[in-house]
């Protein structure tokens, strides 16, 4: 038994605690991502449902326009969802599984996976910090160039 005590006392001499430097998605900045996807989808006549989730695909901040469908507030979540969780933008992954229909099964990886334009994740500098979904225009390359918008006004 002292043996191997003292083994382990050996061992722990070695580990040193570890610090990561990570920038974060703060709740002001996600409200702000919310407010201006909403307000260029409305300058173009859509109604829509804007969510923002952190890094770890968390909801941050959602708000639905009053004339937004309610599916609509799923399918935000979900796009950012799939936009934080996989680093690229939801339309990218739903054009690779048009072209490869063999890569079909990324869609059931997880529940909250939706490959559907109108995701993309959100950066600081070349950090990932989150994701943005909006879930409504007539189109997922509308509900992209809002989330674009979104994401140039607040954080460019």
Do not use: F, W
Not at 73 to 89: D, N, P, V
Not at 126 to 134: A, F, N, T
Request: charged residues 20%.
């Amino acid at each position: 038994m002292k043996k191997y005590l003292a083994l382990l006392a050996l061992a722990s001499l070695g580990v040193q605690a570890q610090t990561v430097n990570t920038a974060v998605l703060g709740t002001d900045t996600a409200q702000q991502l919310v407010t201006e996807g909403l307000k260029h989808c409305a300058k173009d006549g859509y109604h829509v449902t804007v969510a923002v989730v952190d890094r770890s695909g968390v909801l941050k901040a959602l708000a639905r326009d009053e004339l937004a469908g309610p599916h609509t507030i799923e399918s935000a979540r979900k796009k950012a969802y799939t936009a934080a969780s996989l680093g690229k933008s939801t339309a990218e992954y739903a054009n690779l599984i048009a072209e490869k229909p063999g890569l079909a099964g990324l869609r059931d990886m997880h529940p909250d996976i939706l490959m559907l334009g109108g995701g993309l994740p959100v950066r600081v500098g070349e950090q990932l910090v989150g994701g943005i979904g909006i879930g409504g225009a007539p189109g997922g390359h509308l509900d992209q160039a809002c989330a674009e918008a979104a994401i140039e006004a607040v954080l460019k």
